[in-house]
């Protein structure tokens, strides 16, 4: 999954999270990893609801419309 990665700067004590020995960077891991299966699942069945439903979709927009359209009233 994603790693974030940033790079260490010299008045910094950071040292390589989790025991990694990284090289000029500190490499976090398991952070959000969680979240983002959520949200690939999410999007995954919102790709496939789109494909299988288009009605669902329309409708969401109808709803939007006129929900905003109620405030600008």
Known sequence: MTQHA???EPD???GA???IDARDRDVTRGRG???EILGLTLAA????LFVV???FYEAGVHIF???MAS???
């Open 33 to 35: 990893r969680r979240l």
């Open 53 to 55: 439903r288009p009605e």
């Open 65 to 67: 419309a006129t929900r």
């Open 71 to 73: 405030l600008v009233h």
């Open 45 to 48: 069945g919102a790709g496939v």
């Open 6 to 8: 940033r790079n260490k």
């Open 12 to 14: 910094t004590a950071l």
């Open 17 to 19: 999270s989790a025991g």
